[in-house]
């Protein structure tokens, strides 16, 4: 998609978020806003892990959106997000796998990294939480955050690129009439 394409969809009443090559926008009622940076960048802190999960389930919707209906921002579209809001985040990490969207072995990655996000939640300190990819690693600890950002990172990586898969799928010529 070109810039100047991303400015005709700017005159429809549609909502898309759109990955151009380095850059993010969302499209939401004719507005153009730029979207999330397409590098995930992860404090030691709570409030920084839940933003960055934030970001995913963001991207997890907009993914079920686009393969229900599509670019539509009438009340199915609306009606979807609230229904998408009741879902708990593994449901949708196991629906992706059960449509082909996620590997078995991301599902998994997924699953160990949004355990994290729950334990985050329901703590005060990023020091009661633990990390599990394959040993159980504190996120108190200078090696086991690093371990935990960087595979949060790779992560959020693929799923740019899982959701491009999906954003390739839209018709721009037809978008664009």
């Known amino acids: 998609m070109r810039i100047t394409e991303l400015l005709t969809l700017k005159k429809q009443k549609i909502r898309l978020y759109i990955i151009d090559k380095n850059k993010h926008y969302f499209v939401n009622e004719g507005v153009v806003k730029n979207g999330f ?59 992706f796998l059960d449509w082909g969207v996620f590997s078995p072995e991301y599902t998994r ?30 996120l108190s600890d200078a090696s086991g955050f690093k371990k935990f950002s960087t595979d949060l990172s790779k992560a959020w990586d693929s799923l740019l690129k899982i959701y491009v898969t999906e954003q390739s799928k839209i018709n721009w010529t037809a978008l664009s009439r």
């Open 37 to 95: 940076s397409p590098k995930l960048y992860v404090a030691k802190n709570r409030d920084s892990v839940l933003t960055a999960f934030s970001k995913f389930a963001f991207l997890f919707d907009e993914i079920i959106r686009l393969r229900i209906v599509k670019t539509s921002n009438q009340s199915d579209s609306k009606e979807l997000l609230y229904l998408l809001n009741l879902v708990p985040v593994n449901r949708k990490i196991r629906t």
């Open 109 to 138: 990655d997924m699953s160990r990294l949004f355990e994290v996000r729950n334990d985050t939640i329901h703590c005060v300190s990023l020091d009661e939480v633990n990390y599990n990819p394959k040993n159980l690693v504190s």
